[in-house]
């Protein structure tokens, strides 16, 4: 491989393009694992400012269905290596009822295979894919799959508190390479488990409702009198099986409330949070619950959990929040760890396939 007579005197320059960006948890993980990104596309134009003012990239507003090779081409300039990833966007399968959820699967699907259209257009030298991880099970996938005529290629449902993700989050995480088959497989660095302490425990308390005058994204919402009752009655790790009868909602009454265990719940300290959803800052959305403060967890934690720096910018300062835009663009993220897994672990694989 001599795209460059330089890549043999110093190391390859690997350049990305980040299709379905977000706010840039992918993106920033990827360079802090050793790529350069050059672009980032999303449709959301929310995602505009956080994107360019945490990342040294271009955010392109594009519907990636409709986008063009040609309009990826000119950020891979000067590329040794070119990468192409991309996260199409779809929510849990437990979201929906079984028709509803593939209703909206059945639309997202065009997403995917306008990646593996984009991905045939432009021959990058790597491909990277982050996912559900029912979309392995789905046809569609095997259809990607085949799309990728001469590329070797690895994938895994991962686990990414395994990586140091502090949260019981899988998702599907595919590699694939022009290069060969060397080394074409996710790191497993030995890290010690993140807890749920070591993440947001350092940030100053605030009560619900409230909002951190230093950070405007350390802000709670309000509850009601009932949940802020049925929060004081949860524990750490709990749900609202801990409650007395008085706090119980009239679906927990029925014997069909014993398939939402998970509702209501507090965090525990000592171990990972649950999987950060675009709901996360509801209480009663899941065990989003604060380990010892009566709240729910606050934006800014839910970034974190997400590991994103406690300095990123998600919107202008002085600016208003919204709490369903702001989840919205925070659950929907990329991890940042597992971004820079992804490329260290791409660096690793063109390094052996360089010296």
Not at 190 to 215: C, H, M, Y
Not at 224 to 251: F, K
């Given at each position: ?7 043999s ?5 690997i350049v ?5 960006c977000?706010v840039g ?11 350069q ?10 995602c ?5 003012a945490n ?9 990636v269905?409709k ?9 891979y300039e000067g590329?040794?290596?070119t990468l192409?990833a ?5 929510q849990?399968f ?7 959820r593939?209703?909206?699967y059945?639309?997202?699907w ?6 593996g259209?984009l ?8 491909v990277t894919m982050?996912?559900?991880p029912?979309?392995?099970d789905h046809?569609v996938?095997q259809q ?17 508190s395994?990586i ?6 899988k998702?599907?995480?595919?590699l694939?390479?022009?290069l ?5 497989e ?8 993140a ?15 409230e909002?951190?005058?230093k950070?405007?994204?350390?802000a709670?919402?309000?509850l ?17 099986r801990d409650?007395?009868?008085e706090l ?5 009454r029925k ?7 998970s509702?209501y719940g507090r965090?525990?300290?000592d171990?990972?949070a ?6 996360c800052?509801?209480y ?6 604060h ?7 606050s934006?800014?934690?839910?970034a974190?959990l997400q590991?994103f720096?406690k300095?990123?910018?998600f ?5 208003s929040?919204?709490?369903n835009k ?5 659950g ?11 490329a ?6 063109v ?5």
């Amino acid at each position: 491989m001599s795209r460059n007579s330089s890549s043999s005197v110093k190391p390859p320059r690997i350049v990305g393009v980040d299709l379905f960006c977000g706010v840039g948890g992918l993106t920033h993980g990827l360079v802090r694992g050793g790529i350069q990104v050059s672009a980032g596309i999303d449709i959301d134009t929310s995602c505009k400012f956080p994107f360019e003012a945490n990342n040294s990239a271009v955010f392109l507003e594009r519907d990636v269905g409709k986008l063009k090779a040609e309009e990826i081409a000119p950020f891979y300039e000067g590329a040794d290596i070119t990468l192409l990833a991309g996260c199409a966007p779809c929510q849990p399968f437990s979201t929906y009822s079984q028709s509803g959820r593939n209703r909206f699967y059945e639309s997202q699907w065009p997403l995917v295979l306008a990646f593996g259209r984009l991905i045939r257009k432009t021959k990058p030298d790597l491909v990277t894919m982050e996912n559900v991880p029912q979309l392995a099970d789905h046809p569609v996938f095997q259809q990607f799959l085949k799309g990728l005529v001469g590329y070797k290629k690895w994938w895994q449902v991962v686990e990414c508190s395994s990586i140091g993700v502090p949260q019981t989050r899988k998702r599907l995480v595919l590699l694939a390479s022009r290069l060969g088959s060397e080394g074409l497989e996710l790191s497993r660095e030995q890290v010690q488990r993140a807890t749920v302490r070591e993440t947001i425990g350092a940030l100053s308390p605030i009560k619900a409702g409230e909002r951190d005058p230093k950070d405007q994204l350390h802000a709670a919402p309000s509850l009601s009198a009932l949940n802020m009752s049925r929060i004081r009655a949860s524990r750490p790790g709990g749900t609202w099986r801990d409650w007395p009868d008085e706090l119980l909602a009239s679906c927990h009454r029925k014997d069909t409330g014993a398939t939402y265990p998970s509702v209501y719940g507090r965090m525990e300290w000592d171990q990972p949070a649950p999987t950060i959803t675009t709901q996360c800052f509801g209480y009663g959305n899941g065990r989003f619950g604060h380990p010892e403060q009566d709240r729910a967890i606050s934006l800014r934690e839910a970034a974190m959990l997400q590991t994103f720096p406690k300095s990123y910018a998600f919107t202008p300062p002085g600016s208003s929040i919204k709490f369903n835009k702001m989840g919205r663009l925070i659950g929907n993220a990329v991890p940042v760890r597992l971004g820079e897994v992804i490329a260290r672990s791409l660096v690793a694989h063109v390094q052996a396939h360089v010296r």
